[in-house]
Each structure stands twice: as structure tokens, then as C-alpha cells.
């Protein structure tokens, strides 16, 4: 039986983006969405599983109503304050959660790189995080940019982000790492969307009938 997605910020880039992908992929269906009309809920009712790509204030608006119909949730919003992130954490009790500040399984792969390699750490001077997006992107730095600073911070004393915000870029993070005498840069450079309307619904559906929990990209690949 096909996965019944409903997005949450369905008239927005990425849940065009979604649409797109789930119309190629047969074990999903489009359910429903909402833009920002919270009549558009009832177009949700059939959906296993919700995705939202929209903003803090739209997001935690819904967030009753999903606690309250018990709908699995996959988030991709960012900049929330920790007031949101509280929210988020305590209907998790309720209700299975992911939240990724990026779906792509590039970026997830060098999480857990930077997890587990273990040779020179201690020889790192400092790190420098230089993350590029288009103009309309609204949170400075990005949500991805903040979680690597957050992971290098644990082994590295100085991570510095950049942000570079122009035209038609989709999303590029460099992590350019120094040495004594030499420098190190890993890069992921995403060319489309289409990229995080994958890992979205590949969070969906390993998301699809787990426990109530906060999940994490890394730990569901």
C-alpha cells in the first residue's frame, strides 16, 4: 500500500518540489496540503504521514492538530527558537519526529563522518564553515551550517560560519578545516531541490508506524 504524504507549506518551493517527487514514485501518494488556511486541515485527515517545509509560526500552529490526529511528522523548517524546539521535543512523547535542518544524504554522510573519524582531530587548529543560498533563503546562517558548527564544536575550540547569500544557488556548505601546515575542505554542493524532496520522503517512510520519539536523519539511514 502506497505511503499517504500531507505537506504542510504545499504552495512553497519545496512542497512543489515534493509534489514533483511523489508523483514519480508509486509507494506514495499525495494526500493532501495546506498553505496557510487552517480550513486546508481537513485535506490532511487521510495522511500516514506529514511533511512540513514551511515556517516556525505556520508549523507549531499545526502542531495540535497533528498531536491530536496522531500523525507521524517530518519536519525540514528552521530557525526555531528554543521555545519551538521545547514544543517539538515534548509532542514527540506523543507522536514520532524527525527534524533535519537538511535532507540530503550527502550532508547526513558527512555528519557521521565527521563522527567517526578519528584520525588528526586533535591537530586542528581552527575550522571555517562557508555555506552559500539563494537570496530568498531568510535564516542567516543556515539551519545545516549551525548543526555542523554544532558537531565540529565537540573536538574543534574555533568554528567560524560564512554565509554568502545570491541568485540561483540551491545550497552549497564547505568545511574547510586548518592544520599547522595544511588545510583540508570537504564540500557539498546540492544542484536541485529535487535533493531534499528524496530525503524528506525517505524520512517518511522509515518514519511510517515508529514509536513516538524525536528522531535524526543519521540514525533512520
Known amino acids: ?10 504552495s512553497g518551493t519545496m512542497g512543489q518540489a515534493l509534489q514533483e517527487e511523489i508523483l514519480e514514485k508509486p509507494e506514495f501518494i499525495l494526500s493532501g496540503g495546506v498553505r496557510r488556511d ?20 505556520m508549523l507549531f500552529s499545526y502542531l495540535p492538530w497533528a498531536l491530536d490526529h496522531k500523525k507521524p511528522l517530518v519536519i525540514g523548517t528552521t530557525a526555531l527558537s528554543s521555545e519551538n524546539r521545547k514544543e517539538m521535543t515534548k509532542a514527540s512523547q506523543e ?3 524527525l527534524w533535519s535542518a537538511n535532507f540530503s544524504m550527502g550532508i547526513a554522510y ?31 546562517p543556515s539551519g545545516t551550517a549551525l548543526q555542523l558548527q554544532k558537531d565540529l564544536s565537540s573536538f574543534i575550540p574555533l568554528v567560524t560560519i560564512h554565509s554568502i547569500r545570491a541568485p540561483h544557488i540551491v545550497g552549497i556548505h564547505e568545511i574547510i578545516f586548518h592544520f599547522a601546515h595544511e588545510t ?9 531541490r529535487k535533493v531534499f524532496a528524496q530525503g524528506a520522503l525517505f524520512a517518511a517512510k522509515q518514519l511510517y508506524q515508529k514509536p513516538p520519539k524525536l528522531y535524526t536523519l543519521e540514525e533512520l539511514l
Do not use: W, Y
Open 1 to 10: 500500500m502506497p505511503i499517504k504524504i500531507g505537506i504542510i507549506g504545499i
Open 95 to 97: 507522536i514520532p519526529i
Open 110 to 140: 558527512i555528519r557521521d563522518f565527521l563522527q567517526t573519524c578519528p584520525h588528526k582531530k586533535n591537530e586542528i587548529v581552527s575550522c571555517d564553515i562557508l555555506e552559500s543560498h539563494h537570496s530568498q533563503k531568510k535564516d542567516k
Open 184 to 192: 583540508l575542505t570537504i564540500k557539498h554542493e546540492a544542484f536541485s
Open 38 to 57: 487552517r480550513e486546508e486541515l481537513s485535506s490532511l485527515e487521510t495522511a500516514d504521514v506529514l511533511i512540513d517545509f514551511s515556517h516556525p509560526g
